[in-house]
């Protein structure tokens, strides 16, 4: 069964940089492109960037030049590197996959940007 597992998150004071990583089991990791969400207190999850299966990558425009999602294929895993934190950043972290057309989320790993 698909499996998506977040780890990597914390408090990081504002400026601060935080790697994320989600592993990934149950499926041809290579063969699908990956997403990595966030939810922050009383608002929707949103999309925070996705990388192809091909390595191409997007990005919401309010962690433009700032985040970087990449993947490795040998540990299926997909990363997101965070630098330049913000308190706006502040939310629970997802990954998430859509495998024969079904939505597949990890549980979630928590970022706090504060002082």
């Known amino acids: 069964q698909v499996q998506l597992v977040e780890s990597g998150g914390g408090l990081v004071q504002p400026g601060g940089s935080l790697r994320l990583s989600c592993a990934a089991s149950?499926?041809?990791?290579?063969?699908?492109?990956m997403s990595w969400y966030r939810q922050a207190p009383g608002k929707e999850r949103e999309l925070v960037a996705h990388i192809t299966s091909f390595g191409g990558t997007n990005y919401a425009d309010s962690v433009k030049g700032r985040f970087t999602i990449s993947r490795d294929n040998a540990r299926n895993t997909v990363y997101l590197q965070m630098s330049t934190l913000k308190p706006d950043d502040t939310a629970v972290y997802y990954c998430k996959v859509v495998y024969r057309r079904v939505d597949y989320w990890g549980q979630g790993t928590e970022v706090t940007v504060s002082s």
């Open positions: 149950g499926f041809t990791f290579s063969l699908y492109g």
